[in-house]
C-alpha cells in the first residue's frame, strides 16, 4: 500500500432489523459534514454499506483496489452498548446469523484458509485512553460480535495489511444525538490518524537502524508494525 495515500474512508451501515435508522451511518453523515477537522491534507470519503455479507464482500475489496486509503475506518450499531467502543481485532469464524437478504456465509466463514483473527495496526486500547469527547464513554474491545460489521472489518484488515479499524456507536437517544455521534468519531479518527502516524515513523526508524547495522555485518532484528 502507498504510505504516501492521503484518503480516508469512513463507511456506515443501513437499515436491518427492527433497526430502521442506523446510528452508524447517521454518525457518518454528521462526521462527513465536518469533515476530519486536522491540519492535515487527508480527504475523506464515506460511503454506506448494506447490512448484506455478499455485497460487503465486493464493496469492501473494492475500497481497497480504488482508492487505497491510508486508512479505513468501519462504523457499526451495537444495540446493546452504552459507550462507543473501539474493535481491536476481527475474526474468521462464526458468521451464523443471516443478513437482510436471509444469507449466512458458508460453513461462517468469512475467507477460507485466512487466519483466524487479524489485529489492528492501530492500538485501540491506547486511543481509547486518549480521547475525551464531553458526554461519551469510548471503551475498548476484541471481540467485534460476529455479524456484518465484524465481518466487513476482517475483510478489511486483510486487504488493507492491517490499516482498518471498527468503531461501533450506540442507538441514537437524546443523550447521544447523531451530531455528537459524528464529533465523537472526528475526534476518535484524528487520534488514530496520530497513531498510524507515529508507527510508520517508528518504522521507518527500525529499517534505517537495520540497513545501517546490516553494512558493518551486524543486521538487528527491525520493529515490524
Given at each position: 500500500m502507498d504510505?504516501?495515500?492521503?484518503?480516508?474512508?469512513?463507511?456506515?451501515?443501513?437499515?436491518f432489523r427492527q433497526h430502521l435508522v442506523n446510528s452508524s451511518w447517521e454518525a457518518v453523515k454528521e462526521l462527513s459534514k465536518l469533515g476530519l477537522g486536522s491540519d492535515r491534507e487527508v480527504?475523506?470519503?464515506?460511503?454506506?454499506?448494506?447490512?448484506?455479507?455478499?455485497?460487503?464482500?465486493?464493496?469492501?475489496?473494492?475500497?481497497?483496489?480504488d482508492l487505497?486509503?491510508?486508512?479505513?475506518?468501519?462504523?457499526?450499531?451495537?444495540?446493546?452498548?452504552?459507550?462507543?467502543?473501539?474493535?481491536?481485532?476481527?475474526?474468521?469464524?462464526?458468521?451464523?446469523?443471516?443478513?437482510?437478504?436471509?444469507?449466512?456465509?458458508?460453513?461462517?466463514?468469512?475467507?477460507?484458509?485466512?487466519?483466524?483473527?487479524?489485529?489492528?495496526?492501530?492500538?485501540?486500547?491506547?486511543?481509547?485512553?486518549?480521547v475525551a469527547v464531553e458526554g461519551v464513554e469510548v471503551a475498548f474491545s476484541r471481540d467485534a460480535g460476529r455479524y456484518v460489521c465484524d465481518y466487513a472489518y476482517?475483510?478489511?484488515?486483510?486487504?488493507?495489511?492491517?490499516?482498518?479499524?471498527?468503531v461501533h456507536v450506540p442507538p441514537l437517544s437524546r443523550w447521544l444525538p447523531a451530531s455528537l455521534l459524528g464529533k465523537a468519531l472526528q475526534v476518535i479518527i484524528q487520534e488514530m490518524l496520530e497513531e498510524t502516524e507515529k508507527a510508520r515513523a517508528q518504522s521507518l526508524v527500525c529499517r534505517k537502524l537495520n540497513l545501517g547495522d546490516s553494512s558493518q555485518g551486524e543486521p538487528i532484528g527491525g520493529l515490524l508494525l
Open positions: 504510505s504516501q495515500s492521503s484518503c480516508v474512508v469512513v463507511t456506515g451501515f443501513g437499515p480527504e475523506l470519503r464515506t460511503l454506506q454499506l448494506p447490512v448484506d455479507y455478499r455485497e460487503v464482500k465486493q464493496r469492501v475489496t473494492r475500497i481497497w483496489e487505497q486509503p491510508q486508512l479505513a475506518v468501519h462504523v457499526g450499531l451495537d444495540a446493546t452498548a452504552k459507550a462507543i467502543v473501539l474493535e481491536q481485532c476481527g475474526k474468521n469464524r462464526g458468521y451464523r446469523d443471516a443478513d437482510i437478504r436471509g444469507f449466512r456465509p458458508d460453513r461462517g466463514v468469512c475467507l477460507p484458509h485466512g487466519p483466524e483473527v487479524i489485529t489492528s495496526r492501530v492500538s485501540m486500547k491506547t486511543v481509547s485512553r486518549r476482517y475483510l478489511s484488515l486483510h486487504h488493507g495489511n492491517g490499516c482498518a479499524v471498527l
